[in-house]
């Protein structure tokens, strides 16, 4: 089993930072992809940005520009760097590992989410 933990969310005026932390731990293989996802009331939980094990990045449109995903493949640990923020990206915020198990399965995990509020 793998576990993601994440942290760093809160309570942010719009314009401000924040950065949100997630760490793998757990038996597994290799960590592929990881990634962070939002799900605001009433709405579908939505892709903000993901990293690929090469690096390769991608993004919602709705946070280019603003959002910066990063990882720390030494410490299985994925970042993102939100700046600029805006009302409308208050959510809770999850992150998402693709793992690759010892039995050969391709798994893919999600943490407990973080709460994301921005006040206008």
């Known amino acids: 089993q793998v576990q993601l933990v994440e942290s760093g969310g809160g309570l942010v005026q719009a314009g401000g930072s924040l950065r949100l932390s997630c760490v793998a731990s757990?038996?597994?293989?290799?960590?592929?992809?990881m990634g962070w996802y939002r799900q605001a009331p009433g709405n579908e939980r939505e892709l903000v940005a993901t990293?690929?094990?090469?690096?390769?990045?991608e993004y919602a449109d709705s946070v280019k520009g603003r959002f910066t995903i990063s990882r720390d493949y030494a410490k299985n640990t994925v970042y993102l760097q939100m700046n600029s923020l805006k009302p409308e990206d208050t959510a809770v915020y999850y992150c998402?590992?693709?793992?690759?198990?010892?039995?050969?399965?391709?798994?893919?995990?999600w943490g407990q989410g973080t709460q994301v509020t921005v006040s206008s």
């Open positions: 998402n590992a693709g793992v690759l198990e010892y039995s050969g399965r391709n798994s893919n995990y």
């Open positions: 757990g038996r597994m293989l290799r960590l592929n992809a």
């Open positions: 990293v690929a094990r090469g690096g390769t990045t």
